[in-house]
């Protein structure tokens, strides 16, 4: 269980659950999401909180939406939550005020792979947005490697950044995901063929 700081610019590990049981999917074109199953007389039970980070199996970046007692018996928790991939709901794509010649009006329009595409857009709206509430602190960008379609193309305005991303990725068969690195304290966007 992990705790990011408000402005997400560092992250710091809470400590352990070692009695869960549950699911969780571990989607690419789409957010994943979990549920899990935890004693309460769990110890570190406290530490389940909503927006917390868990990394599961030290595999499955996610964070928890939602925390009940199961059944009303207070003897099991039950918690849910969604892929880190969720981050990029949060984000509305906005066209930029100044146009560039020759481009469409009212659209953000980008050109090459798709990869570059896809990397594009989450700098441009999480990552270095122009509007400084909109960053996403400690959310990096991996590699661009040109992956997809070589000569793609986009237009796009006021959409939800995750359903971009994810209908551009899926015509190139490239998903998404936003992964964490505990000992450094970030978060990587990269696309997955």
Known sequence: VYELKNDRASMRRL???????GNYIDAKYDVGNFSFSIPATETNIKLISNERVLLVDNFYWCTITGFKFEDGSHKKISVTGKQLTCWLNRRVIIPPVNYE???????????????????????????????????IYGLEIARDLQRGNAEDAYMYRYIALDSAIFSMGKIAKLGAKITGYSNKCKFVFDVIP
């Open 101 to 135: 010649e020759g481009k469409p009006m009212g659209y953000e329009a980008v050109s090459g792979s798709t990869e570059t595409i896809m990397k594009y857009a989450v700098q441009n709206h999480m990552v270095n947005p122009i509007e400084e509430a909109r960053k």
């Open 15 to 21: 400590g352990w659950i070692n009695n869960a049981t």
